[in-house]
């Protein structure tokens, strides 16, 4: 039996109903500290929200698409990018760290 080493990188796209205005990329988390950071950053295409995951744990990509799919479906963000560096987070961990970055986008102007 062989493992594969290394981190997998998953992608998502979505259609966005809430276009953001211009904003400065917004951190929350360290990768670091055991589960993971997110990084929004703004997207040029209006209509869309990226997400791109790059993971220590192989073979979830079942479980990081459905925790994308919620996010979505909560916030409905378009020209959004969303990088997240996990380091073995819960689902329900990397769901408060995306609410925490959409949180601080509104303290700096932009959506909440």
């Given amino acids: 039996m062989s493992h594969a080493i290394g981190t997998e990188s998953l992608d998502y796209v979505f259609h966005g109903h809430r276009s953001l205005p211009a904003f400065t990329p917004v951190l929350v988390g360290v990768v670091g500290s055991g589960n993971l950071e997110v990084l929004l ?21 079942a ?22 560096h996990d380091m073995g987070a819960t689902p329900a961990v990397v769901s408060l760290r995306l609410d925490q970055a959409v949180a601080e986008l509104g303290a700096n102007g932009g959506a909440a």
Avoid: K, M, Y
């Avoid at 703004?42 to 979830?60: K, Y």
């Avoid at 479980?63 to 997240?84: K, Y």
């Fill in 41 to 61: 950053e703004p997207l040029a295409d209006p209509a869309r929200c990226a997400v791109n995951v790059q993971t220590s744990a192989r073979g979830f990509g």
């Fill in 63 to 84: 479980i990081w698409q459905a925790v994308a799919q919620d996010f979505h479906a909560r916030h409905g963000l378009g020209g959004l990018r969303v990088s997240i």
